[in-house]
């Protein structure tokens, strides 16, 4: 007979979140200081709470594409440091 004990703690998606937030190259370009320093600031503070999203109040809008080929194909970048790709550490 196998006992096993449910923690819980272990509900639902926790932590595995990152900090980095990635946009578009040209969507990062045409925001201003302040907004970039918004949705930077949204994504530490989930990631801090171990939470794997930001709050959509953070959201950005105009990043969408007519077709996934189109939006897959765009050159995402880290919007902390545009210089550095997506995935990039």
Do not use: H
Not at 49 to 60: E, H
């Amino acid at each position: 007979m196998a006992f096993y004990m449910i923690s819980p703690l272990n509900k639902g998606t926790k932590g595995g979140g990152t900090s980095k937030v990635c946009l578009p190259k040209a969507k990062i370009a045409s925001m201003s200081k302040e907004e970039r320093q918004k949705v930077i600031n949204a994504k530490r503070s989930a990631a801090a709470k171990g939470k794997y999203k930001r709050s959509s109040k953070s959201n950005v809008s105009g990043t969408g594409s007519k077709n996934l080929k189109d939006w897959v194909k765009q050159d995402w970048r880290q919007v902390a440091d545009p210089s550095k790709k997506c995935g990039e550490k």
